[in-house]
Structures are given as structure tokens and as C-alpha cells.
């Protein structure tokens, strides 16, 4: 990261595209993602790497399962609200340049599950780069969006990308706060005070039940 | 692999009905055959005995607690809350249901943690999703909703949607 | 034989600055196949406490459920094991079937049969890739998903989704299977013996899997069922308990099958139980395809079973039927039932409770991974680190189910 926005900036506006032609040409030859499988999506993921539909023909040689070694995170599954915090830790620690595909229904916009426990969409809580539909996607879609992502890496400029200073990053998730406490809510027999969120979707809102 | 005992048909009580009913008719507070299944509904003091002696009788062996299942049966009803055992014997292979019916003030109920160790996390999530309360449990906390969430998720009063969207802060 | 135990010199101590320390194998892993937390209090590399953390997938399914006919919730079922999601099609239907009292035809239930086998060698086959990958043998996870593809592809023929298919109906089946199913199922199990030869020759002689697996994560009969395993965890302490031999459904008292048992109890007899539970479902596949017949593939029940497309063309009660199912659901009669089925990781029971509307009361999955996982700290204390991995690779957990 630090090597070429170095360059970057000591060379002249015209020179950089032929520099951001060759970063990005690489940084598309070799994303690699980071593990993050978290339900069904997470096996045809699986699948997508598997010898007959092969990922890894595309640059996705291996899934680093440190994130601190990985390009891309594909949020495969639905994240649950005890899971978010760990996802956008684990984007956080992810360093620049980064990427982020929200692969299947669920981490898209909650998918089938309308409910208390999902977040309904995991770009509420990481930017996404490409969405891709399906419960769960064929492995060619994953493909495909793979194929989409290198094609916007390609866009990119090289100065588009800067790490995130540390403050900022800090503030997303403070540290400790992974819910882990001791319990105590659970005993009291307490409600929010806040009205229940039962904003209908549309299509509910033409009859009752 | 032949059970040394056939399970009962629809209309003859099942070999559990009558070991109780011969032995402890106090805690037999009503039985219902239905669908094929047997149902006793135990009291609430007597729920522990109650396992406890239908897991050594020689005539039932019921070894394996298979679930126990919270359910709500509605904000007016009463009682409202019931939990649900169901017991299988892995040499006789029948089944048998205990129910507790619970008002909604007074969820407590006694614990089987000491009958059958896999009681242990089964009442974690009925207390998890119902807020009945096990006397007794060794490690009575949250297991499948984040440790600070407030209110049980699966009582009917409890709306599907929650009560706020999911925000970072 | 008992269970794993911690070595009497080593005791639990609180104490930071102690030789101990405690670490979290996070939810974000790539060998805790899913979203799984373990608290392991190491000393050195020797796991003295280990407590799983659970619930970071929890759906509210269960929740989901009362909020939809009890058609719609087929589809919710796909989702909580989904490896082995005809299973829990399976267990929700006939559940719902009992409380109806309806009778399936013959070859509904044959096809029942068929596919849930497939189903159960898919399932086995992802978790040997996984397991093997986890414990170092790269090559059998490819070699695995190889022979997966083919069964994903049949699965696909017959309902339309590979991974979450929902074929099955309160009643019978979606569709007949189509044309032409029957050569390409043929010729899938027939060359299957020969994939399970092959996976026996990358790993079953290897001493390093030998040495990996044996004598790894012991538990003894008495607490496999004291602490509820069923399955194949339970077979693999020598217990001879199959759902399909002791509450037999779906006409499974039919086929000719032995169920595999090991008398060890740790994770190289449970790998052997699950090689051996494939080469079984090889059979009892085989033994229903021949069996298929003509025939309907729906219960008789023009109130609960929707018609089929051609006579809802032409006929109007067929139509209003049609409508009325669609629209406003049947109406279940009240009561409740608990209907286990052998799935693929054990007991899967499903405890329906209807008030007689068109939306069940309450429904409630007994998960065999979460019983199964509950027991990991009984067969991993006193064991390293690295055989954590292997134990809950040998547990076949998946989370979909733990946490629903």
C-alpha cells in the first residue's frame, strides 16, 4: 500500500495513468479473499472454488483466513446482530486496498429473514463493492461478480486508496465492545421503551392478515 | 436390533402412563393420547421426580431426553407458558411427552440438569427465548441472542421485526 | 473406554499472570466450520476448559415460523441445516403430515426415500472434504466436492435448486421427478463405490490421518447418551440406535440396510461410522430407484394438496381449490406432535403445535448439532489444540442448525 502512494504522489497527474494501469492490473490478478463464510452461501462459495467451478483461475488463489493478508471479503451468509460487530472488526483489520462482496440475498438485504435477528443488509454496516442476488447463487455468480469486481478495479486510481487513519477506524468498533457482558439484562424482565419496528413492507400493507 | 417392548398403538396407554399412573398418580395431572403421541402433564414441583423415576423405572428407561421445547400459548391465556419434555428410551424405543404448564408470573421450574446432562444447554435456550427460569441450572444465561439483548425473543408480545433496526453505534 | 480427561496435575486457575491463558477461536475461523465461538483456557498447547459460544447465526426461524402458512415454511427449513436440507424439508412436512393424518402414496414416499439418501452421502461428502481439509489433506476436499457436484446436479433436476431445493410438500412431493432422472441417478451410483474406494485410499491407510484421528476425543457410551448424541457421534461409541430402525418413517422398514456401529468413540471411529453410513445410503438409493413405480405423488386430499396445473385449468374446483390453498392456507387441526427423523447428523425432531388456524402455534427444531456441540467440551478437555479441530470436524456441526 504505502510503496505506490508514495510513488503517486511524487509523480506528475499525467504519469499515473500508466502507473494505475499496472497497480490495478495486479491488485485485479490477485484478489484474495478473506474467509468469511458464514451460512448456506458460504458452501456454494465453497463449490465456486471447487475443482468445476474454479475460482482460483480468476486469481482468488487462496481464502487467507487472516484478514490482515486478505483483498476481498466475501460476505457470504446472513449476518445475525451478534455477528456485525465481528464482521466490521474484521473489516477494519482487512488494510487498503479493500473490497467488499455481499454475496446472496441475505447479506444484501436481510433475504428471507424479515426479522428481529438479521441485519437486513450488510451494507449497513461495511461498504459494498458488488451485490450479488440469489439464495444461494450459483457458483458462476460468484464468478461472474468476481469477474464485475476486477472489472471496477480497473477504474480505480491509485490514489483513490489511502488507509484509513487509525482514529477513524478506532471509532467503528470500539475495542471491548463485542457483546460479551455479564448477563444481567437477561434477568430483568425489561422491554425498550422505543415503539416495536413493524414498518410494513409493501407488499404486507395491502390486506391483513 | 429388535425393542424388547412394541410401541403402543392409538388406543392403548403407553407402558409410561401406566408405570406413573400405578406408582405416583399425584403427579399425573392429565394424559393426552393424540396423533399417536402420549402426553402427561406433570406439576411443576413434581417435574425432577417425575424424570427421575421414569429414567430408572424398568419399565419405561426413558435414557435419552431427546428436547425440551418452551412454547407461548398466548398473551391471554392461562397459563401461559409450557415446556415441553420429550423423552425417548433408546432400548425400548417409545416416546413419551411431559408437559409444565406455567402462569405467567411465576416461571420457575425446577431443573433435570442432574437427570440428564444434555438439559443443560436445552434450558439455556428456552430460558434464552422464553425467560422461564430453571432452579438449580448450573449456568443459567443467554446462549443463542447477544448477551445484552433485552427481552425474550420468542413470546408472542415480542414483535417479529424487533424493536429498532441494526446500527453500528 | 471413558471420556477424554484433563491429567490430574493440571488444575483450572483464574490467574492472569499464571501459565494459563484463555483465548477465543473466534466466530471468524476457517476450521470451526461456521460461525462458532470457542473459549479455550490453554495451558501450553493443552486445552484445560473449552466452552462453545453459540449464536452468532441465530435467524429467529422458530420465530419466523408462526408468522407464515405452514406451505411458506418449507422453505424457511431449507435453510437451518444446509447440508442436508431435504432432511429438514422432511421432518417440517411430515410433522405437518401427522397432524393432518394425511397418507402418502407409494411413490412419494420412494422418492422421499431417494432423495433423502442422496442427500445424507452430500451431506457426508462435505464434511469428510472439510474435515480432511482441516486436518491437512487438501486434495480429498476437492475430490469430495467432485462427486458432490454430481448429487447438487440431480438435485437440481428433480426440484430446481441446488442447495435449496424445498421438493417437499405437505402431502407429497412438488413435481414428479423429470424424464431421463432415472439413467442419470444410475450412473451417478454406479460409479459412486469407486469415488468411496478412492477416498478410502487417500485417507484411511495414511498414518498420519491415523495417527491424527485415533484415540482423539474420546466419549464413552454412557455420557454419549447422557449428553443426547444421536447419529452417527452415537454409533461411533458403539450404541446401535438409528431413527430409521427404531421409529421407522416414510417406509424406510422396507429397505434391506445395516447400520454401522464402532465401539471406540473418538473421532477415527466416527470417520468410519460416516464412510460406512455412505456406502449404506449407496445401497438404499440404489434399492429405491429400482423400486420407483408409477404412480401419484400426492395424498389424496384436495384441501391441503394443491391440484395439478392441468386440472386447475380446466376444472373450477380444481381452481377454487387451487385459490383457496394459495391464498389463505388449510387449516390444521389443533394439537401438537414431535416427529424425529434420522438425518444425516443425527436426531432431527421437529415439535409442531397447531391452534387450528392456518399458521402452526409454535414450531421447534431439536438440532443434532446443538446437542452434539454441547458435548464438545466432555471430548476435548485434555486434548491439544490442534485435535480441537479434528473433534469438531468429527462432530459434524453446522451452525445453521445450532442456532437456527
Excluded at chain 1, 126 to 146: K, S
Excluded at chain 3, 95 to 116: D, N, S
Excluded at chain 3, 341 to 361: F, N, Q, T
Amino acid at each position: 500500500m504505502g510503496l505506490e502512494n508514495v510513488i503517486a504522489e511524487a509523480l506528475p497527474e499525467v504519469l499515473t495513468t500508466r502507473l494505475d494501469s499496472l497497480i490495478n492490473w495486479a491488485r485485479k490478478s490477485s484478489l484474495w479473499p478473506a474467509t468469511f463464510g458464514l451460512a448456506c452461501c458460504a458452501i456454494e462459495m465453497m463449490n465456486a472454488t471447487s475443482s468445476r467451478n474454479d475460482l482460483a483461475r480468476f486469481g482468488s488463489e487462496v481464502f487467507r483466513a487472516s484478514p490482515r493478508q486478505a483483498d476481498v471479503m466475501i460476505v457470504s451468509g446472513r449476518v445475525s446482530r451478534k455477528m456485525a460487530p465481528v464482521l466490521r472488526r474484521i473489516y477494519d483489520q482487512m488494510p487498503e486496498p479493500k473490497w467488499v462482496i455481499s454475496m446472496g440475498a441475505c447479506a444484501t438485504s436481510g433475504g428471507v429473514f424479515d426479522n428481529y435477528a438479521i441485519v437486513q443488509g450488510v451494507d449497513k454496516i461495511v461498504p459494498v463493492d458488488v451485490y450479488i442476488p440469489g439464495c444461494p447463487p450459483r457458483p458462476e455468480m460468484l464468478i461472474h461478480a468476481v469477474m464485475m469486481l476486477q472489472d471496477k478495479v480497473m477504474n480505480e486510481s491509485v490514489r483513490d486508496r489511502r488507509d484509513i487513519p487509525e482514529e477513524e477506524a478506532r471509532e467503528a468498533v470500539v475495542p471491548g465492545t463485542l457483546p460479551i457482558t455479564d448477563g444481567s439484562t437477561a434477568q430483568q424482565n425489561t422491554l425498550p421503551e422505543s415503539r416495536p419496528y413493524t414498518i410494513a413492507s409493501r407488499h404486507e400493507r395491502r390486506r391483513s392478515t | 436390533m429388535t425393542p424388547e417392548e412394541t410401541p403402543s398403538s392409538d388406543t392403548a396407554p403407553s407402558p409410561s402412563v401406566t408405570a406413573l399412573q400405578r406408582e405416583h398418580p399425584e403427579w399425573v395431572r392429565e394424559v393426552i393420547i393424540a396423533f399417536g403421541e402420549t402426553t402427561i402433564v406433570v406439576p411443576r414441583e413434581n417435574i425432577a421426580d417425575a424424570c427421575t423415576f421414569l429414567k430408572t423405572s424398568p419399565e419405561t428407561r426413558f435414557d435419552f431426553l431427546a428436547d425440551i421445547c418452551g412454547a407461548d400459548r398466548g398473551v391471554e391465556e392461562e397459563p401461559r407458558f409450557e415446556v415441553n419434555y420429550h423423552l425417548f428410551s433408546t432400548t425400548k424405543y417409545h416416546r413419551v411427552r411431559l408437559k409444565v404448564l406455567l402462569n405467567e408470573e411465576d416461571t420457575h421450574v425446577p431443573t433435570v440438569t442432574g437427570i440428564w446432562k444434555t438439559a443443560n444447554w436445552h434450558e439455556r435456550e428456552t430460558f434464552d427465548l422464553f425467560g422461564v427460569i430453571f432452579d438449580g441450572h448450573p449456568d443459567l444465561r443467554r446462549i443463542l441472542l447477544p448477551d445484552d439483548w433485552q427481552g425474550h425473543a420468542l413470546r408472542k408480545d415480542f414483535p417479529l421485526r424487533g424493536y429498532e433496526p441494526y446500527s453500528l453505534k | 473406554m471413558s471420556s477424554a480427561t484433563i491429567p490430574p496435575q493440571f488444575e483450572i486457575v483464574d490467574r492472569p499472570l499464571d501459565t494459563q491463558m484463555t483465548i477465543s477461536m473466534g466466530p471468524q475461523h476457517p476450521s470451526t466450520h461456521g460461525v462458532l465461538r470457542l473459549e479455550l483456557v490453554l495451558d501450553g498447547e493443552m486445552v484445560v476448559k473449552a466452552t462453545p459460544d453459540i449464536g452468532y447465526l441465530h435467524t429467529g426461524m422458530e420465530k419466523l415460523f408462526e408468522y407464515k402458512k405452514y406451505q411458506q415454511g418449507i422453505v424457511i427449513t431449507d435453510r437451518m441445516d444446509y447440508l442436508n436440507p431435504l432432511g429438514n424439508n422432511l421432518a417440517y412436512v411430515m410433522a405437518g403430515e401427522k397432524l393432518l393424518g394425511l397418507e402418502i402414496p407409494e411413490r412419494a414416499q420412494t422418492i422421499r426415500v431417494l432423495m433423502c439418501e442422496l442427500q445424507r452421502i452430500g451431506s457426508h461428502l462435505v464434511w469428510l472434504g472439510t474435515h480432511a481439509l482441516d486436518i491437512g489433506a487438501m486434495t480429498v476436499f476437492f475430490y469430495c466436492f467432485r462427486e458432490r457436484e454430481k448429487i447438487l446436479n440431480l438435485i437440481e433436476a428433480a426440484s430446481g435448486g441446488r442447495l435449496t431445493p424445498s421438493y417437499f410438500r405437505i402431502g407429497g412431493l412438488m413435481m414428479d421427478l423429470p424424464a431421463g432422472f432415472d439413467n442419470r441417478c444410475k450412473q451417478f451410483l454406479d460409479y459412486f463405490p469407486t469415488a468411496l474406494d478412492e477416498f478410502h485410499k487417500l485417507l484411511s491407510g495414511n498414518k498420519i490421518f491415523q495417527r491424527r484421528t485415533q484415540g482423539i476425543g474420546r466419549i464413552s457410551a454412557e455420557d454419549a447418551i447422557d449428553w443426547g448424541l444421536s447419529g452417527p457421534c452415537l454409533r461411533g461409541s458403539g450404541i446401535n440406535l438409528d431413527i430409521r430402525r427404531a421409529n421407522p418413517y416414510s417406509g424406510y422398514e422396507k429397505y434391506d440396510f445395516e447400520v454401522p456401529t464402532e465401539p471406540d468413540g473418538d473421532v477415527w471411529a466416527r470417520y468410519m461410522v460416516r464412510m460406512r453410513e455412505m456406502k449404506e445410503s449407496h445401497k438404499i438409493s440404489t434399492q429405491a430407484l429400482s423400486r420407483l413405480q408409477p404412480g401419484p405423488i400426492k395424498a389424496d386430499a384436495p384441501k391441503v394438496v394443491l391440484p395439478d396445473r392441468e386440472a386447475m385449468k380446466s376444472h373450477m374446483d380444481a381452481l377454487i381449490h387451487h385459490f383457496l390453498i394459495v391464498a389463505e392456507g388449510f387449516d390444521v387441526p389443533a394439537g401438537e406432535v414431535y416427529h424425529p427423523i434420522e438425518a444425516s447428523k443425527g436426531e432431527l425432531g421437529v415439535y409442531m403445535r397447531s391452534d387450528g388456524g392456518p399458521k402452526p402455534s409454535r414450531v421447534h427444531f431439536r438440532g443434532p448439532s446443538f446437542v452434539n456441540l454441547s458435548a464438545l467440551p466432555v471430548m476435548s478437555e485434555g486434548e491439544m489444540v490442534a485435535d480441537i479441530v479434528a473433534i469438531i470436524g468429527s462432530l459434524d456441526i453446522v451452525l445453521g442448525e445450532i442456532d437456527r
